[in-house]
């Protein structure tokens, strides 16, 4: 078990509970497979040129998901290292979100990007 499988669980489990309505959301929750499947393995992804916009539109609906649906639960069960990992996947979700929107704006969404996870969050404290 990598340090990320709580990410990947949370993007899986998203992607899950998405109602794939039409093929934009189908293809955005495929994405969020792909990212998590990469992720698996270690701790960077790449996406195509094509599927940045995308992915990045997913990975807002997850932080918007988990903060609105999730985050408010692990908190009324005083749950603090679910906390740190809901909080941290928000954060990153918006993070990742943000430099792969201006990465398809300066390239013109014709330059695949490849990114890398920040630590996860330290559950010894």
Do not use: C
Not at 14 to 38: C, F, G, Y
Not at 88 to 114: G, N, Q, R, V
């Amino acid at each position: 078990m990598n340090a990320y499988s709580f990410f990947t669980a949370q993007l899986r489990f998203v992607a899950a509970k998405t109602h794939r309505e039409n093929d934009d959301i189908d293809q955005m929750m495929n994405v969020l497979h792909s990212i998590a499947d990469q992720i698996d393995e270690g701790e960077t992804f790449q996406l195509e040129a094509n599927r940045i916009r995308l992915g990045a539109r997913a990975l807002a609906g997850v932080a918007g998901f988990l903060q609105q649906h999730i985050l408010p639960e692990v908190i009324s069960q005083k749950n603090m290292n679910g906390e740190k990992q809901i909080r941290w996947t928000i954060d990153t979700s918006m993070s990742l979100m943000a430099k792969m929107m201006t990465h398809a704006e300066m390239t013109h969404d014709k330059e695949p990007l490849k990114l890398t996870l920040d630590a996860p969050p330290d559950l010894s404290v």
